[in-house]
């Protein structure tokens, strides 16, 4: 079986640094889904499994090829996008916030938390709403500049989730922040990243 060219692996993580660069470039944080964050994270990273996987199976691995299964790596495409669906729907509601910390995003939240009960209670970084049935912890301890709101407890209802996540999006909107000093990192990343797919499309290697 021919190898994978290296572009494979080269195009998605080149794009997927490339657009954390430009997001930790930004001056205002981006807000997206738990989901969302997981699925780019999986396209960025597709390639790399996908010309792992080539090179295992042509080492002879596993007692079978591509070529027999027939659309081996439409199968394999169809496994791990269920595997990721599978993982998203067993995982904690979350919100992925870039570029902002945790002493950043305090006051917002707790803004948004206070407007949708009053009788909320803090616990350090993490908030009960008893009157809306929600608890949430701020995790902000990496040091990508990356805050995660964390659904705790039993699993909120989906139209409570969205309701508060809705508001945070909207009072975090408003937030003006310095950009990442990770933004050179990555957009360096992609940049080499992409420079070694268009040297493999080009017949580089």
């Given at each position: 079986?021919?190898?994978?060219?290296?572009?494979?692996?080269?195009?998605?993580?080149?794009?997927?640094?490339?657009?954390?660069?430009?997001?930790?470039?930004?001056?205002r944080?981006?807000?997206?889904?738990?989901?969302?964050?997981?699925?780019c994270?999986?396209?960025?990273?597709?390639?790399?499994?996908?010309?792992?996987?080539?090179?295992?199976?042509?080492?002879g691995?596993?007692?079978?090829?591509?070529?027999?299964?027939?659309?081996?790596?439409?199968?394999m495409?169809a496994?791990?996008?269920?595997?990721?669906?599978?993982?998203?729907?067993?995982?904690?509601?979350r919100l992925?916030?870039?570029?902002?910390?945790?002493?950043?995003?305090?006051?917002?939240?707790?803004?948004?938390?206070?407007?949708?009960?009053?009788?909320?209670?803090?616990?350090?970084?993490?908030?009960?709403?008893?009157?809306?049935?929600?608890?949430?912890?701020?995790?902000?301890?990496?040091?990508?500049?990356?805050?995660?709101?964390?659904?705790?407890?039993?699993?909120?209802?989906?139209?409570?989730?969205?309701?508060?996540?809705?508001?945070?999006?909207?009072?975090?909107?408003?937030?003006?922040?310095?950009?990442?000093?990770?933004?050179?990192?990555?957009?360096?990343?992609?940049?080499?990243?992409?420079?070694?797919?268009?040297?493999?499309?080009?017949?580089?290697?």
């Open positions: 079986m021919p190898s994978i060219p290296l572009w494979w692996a080269a195009l998605p993580l080149g794009c997927y640094l490339t657009l954390l660069g430009i997001v930790h470039l930004r001056r944080p981006l807000a997206v889904s738990g989901a969302v964050d997981a699925a994270l999986a396209a960025g990273l597709s390639g790399c499994l996908a010309v792992g996987l080539s090179g295992f199976v042509v080492a691995g596993p007692p079978w090829s591509w070529d027999v299964m027939g659309g081996g790596w439409a199968v495409g496994v791990a996008v269920l595997l990721l669906a599978l993982a998203i729907l067993v995982s904690r509601p992925v916030i870039y570029n902002a910390t945790v002493e950043q995003l305090r006051p917002a939240v707790a803004e948004v938390v206070l407007a949708i009960d009053p009788s909320a209670r803090w616990a350090g970084e993490t908030v009960a709403m008893p009157s809306f049935g929600l608890q949430v912890h701020i995790d902000g301890g990496s040091t990508m500049r990356n805050v995660t709101l964390v659904a705790l407890g039993k699993r909120p209802s989906p139209e409570g989730w969205s309701e508060f996540t809705r508001r945070v999006r909207g009072s975090i909107g408003l937030l003006r922040v310095s950009s990442s000093p990770w933004s050179g990192l990555f957009l360096l990343g992609g940049i080499l990243a992409l420079g070694v797919a268009a040297w493999s499309v080009l017949g580089g290697f």
